[in-house]
């Protein structure tokens, strides 16, 4: 029978706790929402969404074609100016979402002959373009900078390292430094998803990379999201001028892709203006992670040090992972449940948001309600 397989691999999800299903929330939810990527909660400010509704009513709902077509606006412009500006980077190109914006820095630059030397802790869009690309992919030690030294040391020829910035589980972050330091002694490009870095990290949250002091840098190619910090949709890759040209004209995720709906764009772009007059909003995100940290580490939950606005918290199976988040949910509390394979060390954990918004009560809140439904 046609796709009888499927029947196989859906029992197999069920007996080990892993089915994944949708729940469609309203937009009035009254759940404390700690499980969203809206890091500076500008999804919903009066400005951005301002910046959407203008953007639609000026160019339609949808780009209408491929941006090498007629996807390409003046205000699709705008925004690639104003964001490489932001983040300190000659150059950069929007991409319909962060996923197409990862697949195509990967599989662009790591043409026939290359090497990848991929963390082991990468999002599955990283790993991804390493599947798509046409060199040959090495996994190392995860945030290792001397393990991608010494795959390096092995290859002649173009290499690439690709990276998080930081890593969307535990919210750690990858020593930039360090990588940056490992692919110049072999002449190797470094490529790094900022996408839970840019508005959080940095000075006014430009970014993980700018905090490091490789914003600028010709060897170094950074991608972002607009989708978390912005509190938009899309994603953008960030570099050297010749970089982005070469992806113009090379990237198949943006040739034959879509552009990116004007509302999006206008929404993304009121949100970079706003941090550029707000930078207090990336300091607070961290604050709030940090605060989060402290309070559930000392009700006795193993959570992880943040160093951006990830706050993981470990849980025992992931049937009680799901089971732990769906009583937060009952309390009250919308919480992030991270199981395999989403997990690359097999741990299931509670994920939670560090948002700028959250009041010390509602941090508080948060805190009561994990502690109180633990398995």
């Given at each position: 029978m046609a796709f009888g397989w499927i029947d196989e691999q859906a029992?197999?999800?069920?007996?080990?706790?892993?089915?994944?299903?949708?729940?469609?929330?309203?937009?009035?939810?009254?759940?404390?929402?700690?499980?969203?990527?809206?890091?500076?909660?500008?999804?919903?400010?009066?400005?951005?969404?301002?910046g959407a509704v203008a953007a639609a009513r000026t160019w339609g709902g949808g780009a209408t074609g491929s941006r090498l077509v007629t996807g390409t606006t003046e205000l699709h412009s705008e925004l690639e100016r104003e964001l490489a500006d932001f983040c300190g980077f000659e150059a950069a190109l929007v991409f319909s979402s962060g996923y197409a914006a990862n697949l195509a820095a990967v599989t662009a630059l790591a043409p026939h002959g290359s090497l990848i030397v991929s963390d082991a802790g990468n999002h599955a869009s990283l790993i991804d373009g390493c599947r798509l690309a046409r060199g040959t992919t090495q996994v190392v030690a995860h945030a290792d900078p001397d393990a991608v030294r010494k795959a390096l040391g092995t290859h002649e020829g173009p290499a690439l390292a690709v990276s998080d910035t930081v890593f969307s589980v535990d919210g750690d972050a990858a020593p930039l430094a360090g990588l940056a330091e490992a692919c110049r002694e072999h002449g190797a490009g470094l490529v790094v998803d900022d996408a839970h870095g840019v508005g959080v990290l940095g000075a006014g949250g430009r970014g993980a990379p700018h905090a490091a002091g490789l914003a600028g840098a010709d060897d170094v190619v950074v991608t972002v999201t607009l989708s978390k910090s912005l509190g938009s949709q899309g994603g953008a890759v960030l570099g050297p001028a010749r970089v982005v040209e070469h992806l113009v004209n090379a990237a198949r995720t943006f040739i034959f892709d879509t552009g990116l709906a004007p509302a999006a764009a206008g929404a993304a772009l009121a949100a970079l203006r706003l941090l550029g007059r707000e930078p207090e909003r990336a300091t607070r995100a961290r604050e709030v992670a940090t605060a989060l940290h402290a309070r559930l580490t000392a009700a006795g939950l193993e959570a992880v040090r943040p160093d951006a606005a990830v706050v993981s918290v470990r849980a025992p199976s992931p049937e009680e992972a799901v089971q732990w988040a769906a009583d937060c949910r009952a309390a009250g509390l919308l919480v992030g449940c991270f199981r395999p394979p989403s997990v690359p060390d097999g741990i299931s954990r509670l994920r939670l948001t560090a948002r700028a918004d959250l009041s010390e009560e509602q941090i508080e809140r948060a805190v009561r309600v994990i502690g109180g439904t633990r398995p």
């Amino acid at each position: 029978m046609a796709f009888g397989w499927i029947d196989e691999q859906a029992a197999a999800r069920r007996r080990a706790g892993l089915v994944r299903t949708l729940r469609p929330r309203p937009a009035d939810s009254p759940l404390l929402d700690l499980a969203s990527n809206d890091y500076l909660g500008l999804a919903r400010h009066p400005e951005v969404v301002a910046g959407a509704v203008a953007a639609a009513r000026t160019w339609g709902g949808g780009a209408t074609g491929s941006r090498l077509v007629t996807g390409t606006t003046e205000l699709h412009s705008e925004l690639e100016r104003e964001l490489a500006d932001f983040c300190g980077f000659e150059a950069a190109l929007v991409f319909s979402s962060g996923y197409a914006a990862n697949l195509a820095a990967v599989t662009a630059l790591a043409p026939h002959g290359s090497l990848i030397v991929s963390d082991a802790g990468n999002h599955a869009s990283l790993i991804d373009g390493c599947r798509l690309a046409r060199g040959t992919t090495q996994v190392v030690a995860h945030a290792d900078p001397d393990a991608v030294r010494k795959a390096l040391g092995t290859h002649e020829g173009p290499a690439l390292a690709v990276s998080d910035t930081v890593f969307s589980v535990d919210g750690d972050a990858a020593p930039l430094a360090g990588l940056a330091e490992a692919c110049r002694e072999h002449g190797a490009g470094l490529v790094v998803d900022d996408a839970h870095g840019v508005g959080v990290l940095g000075a006014g949250g430009r970014g993980a990379p700018h905090a490091a002091g490789l914003a600028g840098a010709d060897d170094v190619v950074v991608t972002v999201t607009l989708s978390k910090s912005l509190g938009s949709q899309g994603g953008a890759v960030l570099g050297p001028a010749r970089v982005v040209e070469h992806l113009v004209n090379a990237a198949r995720t943006f040739i034959f892709d879509t552009g990116l709906a004007p509302a999006a764009a206008g929404a993304a772009l009121a949100a970079l203006r706003l941090l550029g007059r707000e930078p207090e909003r990336a300091t607070r995100a961290r604050e709030v992670a940090t605060a989060l940290h402290a309070r559930l580490t000392a009700a006795g939950l193993e959570a992880v040090r943040p160093d951006a606005a990830v706050v993981s918290v470990r849980a025992p199976s992931p049937e009680e992972a799901v089971q732990w988040a769906a009583d937060c949910r009952a309390a009250g509390l919308l919480v992030g449940c991270f199981r395999p394979p989403s997990v690359p060390d097999g741990i299931s954990r509670l994920r939670l948001t560090a948002r700028a918004d959250l009041s010390e009560e509602q941090i508080e809140r948060a805190v009561r309600v994990i502690g109180g439904t633990r398995p």
